[in-house]
């Protein structure tokens, strides 16, 4: 196991459509998934997909504790997927606030689907076919566009709503505070 070194914004790997992964069951692929989840557990980080590693893989992991689920949908523990595939099941698009590790201590809203069907294969060698809403279809929208060279910024409509999440924290309380 060990803690990876994050590309951040303007890295050529985070850029590029990664590799699908030949055998998802190589103990290589397995080595890589357990250090991609201790280098998000350590960020902390709730995403993180193998080209933010340096690694141009199309390869995920991801997990939703419980305090993100805000009541609706379910938890999900630690999750690895292998070169998945996404279907939006509605048109309805949601706006939600994202990070990245690969932006460090920036936060934008991003329009995503609201809900989603997504295929993928697993470590062990089964696929996993699930549908997903919510926030949990946001994570997984976020980590999939790591695969096709995308960052978040790139799917906002009002790059105002970028910033510094430090900077946003305290314009919201600034705000809370002059309404009161
Ligand atoms: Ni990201």
Redesign the pocket.
Known sequence: MAILKIARMGHPVLMQRAREVPDPTDPAVHSLINDMAETMFDAP?I???AP?VHIPARIVVFHIPDERCNNIGESIPLTALINPQIKPLCDEIEDGI??????PEMVGTVPRYKRIFYKAELPDGNTIEREAEGYHARVVQ??C??LDGI??PMRMNDISKLGYSEEMAKAKALEELSSE
């Open positions: 980080g995403g993180l997909a933010q994202e990070g990245c590790l690969s932006l976020h980590e566009d790591h960052l978040y």
